[in-house]
């Protein structure tokens, strides 16, 4: 007996990729202009977090929000910690409940979920019900970066160290057709360059940093990149001097230099994304998506969350690249 034909379910599952996850602004765009609305949405860690925003209806004043972002007002919602994670997260999250929304997952427009991962044993966690704004300070958790949450019982952190591209999820949630997007896919472009930094950037580190008051344009890229020397010269200070690369006393005169050891968190950055990447390869080997796409974001690091609209452009560029992928499905 022939099967009766209807409309295939679609599912979006947006990847992990911090400040980079701007893009799925653009993504989203892009399929809003096409005319296709997804049924489902999901995300891990940064994905959660603008998918969220989606599914509640508060897409274009989060978007709005986030393309005003300063180095200012990034700085401003950290709130460092010493113990679990550099940061808390909840200024965040709590600047989230306040302006945006914070209610169910079972009460949204559509269909959500996010990703987290048990620190204790491993396993993948899907939060389909309760908070969302739990939910997603629970699946962008970076280690190392945020502090993890405990939730029913459980200790978690950031979903993408388990399922980057969660499109697994957005299959088990009733997607026929799953289009991912991949945040991950261009990084390794930006880590064929050596760790260590050339004699320019060693150059530029000893400059004074620029007036916070300086944010606009360029200017505020060079800001983003000082915050972050700033930040990264902080936990370098942290390591004790019998550590390689880190000793207080001077170096035998006959010693032969060695290259610059990275700031622990370049070290910690660098090896997220390379873990990311390569489980995100593996995962959707295993349960491929239908619709792949893989906005051009190696220029961006995993702290510039100032610069949302080079990462909204991308994303929206790569998207309309890959729709027609979907004509087939008649979508």
Not at 109 to 134: C, K, N, Y
Request: hydrophobic share 45%.
């Amino acid at each position: 007996m022939a099967l009766k034909p209807r409309k295939p379910v679609v599912g979006l599952a947006l990847g992990s990729g911090s400040a980079r996850g701007w893009a799925h602004f653009g993504v989203l765009r892009a399929l809003q202009d096409a005319g296709l609305r997804p049924d489902i949405i999901c995300g891990a860690s940064i994905g959660a977090l603008v998918g969220a925003s989606y599914a509640a209806g508060e897409m274009e004043r989060f978007e709005e929000w986030v393309l005003g972002l300063g180095m200012r007002k990034v700085f401003g919602f950290m709130d460092f910690k010493l113990s679990g994670g550099m940061l808390k997260g909840e200024k965040l999250i709590s600047f989230w409940r306040e302006h945006f929304v914070d209610s169910a997952i079972e009460d949204l427009q559509m269909p959500f979920g996010a990703v987290a991962t048990d620190l204790h044993s491993g396993a993948e966690v899907w939060l389909r019900e309760g908070s969302i704004a739990d939910a997603v300070r629970a699946s962008i958790a970076l280690p190392g970066l945020f502090t993890p949450v405990h939730r029913c019982g459980r200790l978690l952190v950031d979903g993408g160290i388990v399922n980057p591209v969660p499109a697994s999820l957005a299959r088990a949630m009733g997607a026929d057709i799953v289009i991912a997007v991949d945040l991950n896919a261009d990084i390794m472009r930006r880590h064929m360059q050596p760790l260590a930094p050339s004699l320019a950037q060693e150059s530029a580190a000893m400059q004074p940093d620029p007036e916070p008051e300086d944010l606009s344009g360029q200017a505020s890229a060079v800001a983003g990149k000082a915050w972050v020397r700033r930040l990264q010269r902080g936990v370098t200070d942290w390591m004790p001097g019998w550590m390689p690369g880190h000793a207080r006393g001077e170096a035998p005169q006959d010693a032969v230099p060695l290259p610059r050891l990275p700031s622990m968190l370049d070290v910690v950055m660098t090896s997220v994304n390379i873990m990311q990447m390569r489980i995100t390869r593996s995962r959707m080997a295993g349960d491929p998506p239908e619709l792949v796409i893989a906005p051009r974001l190696s220029h961006l690091g995993l702290l510039d969350f100032h610069r949302a609209r080079e990462a909204i452009d991308e994303g929206y560029e790569a998207a309309q690249a890959a729709l027609p992928g979907l004509r087939h499905w008649g979508l």
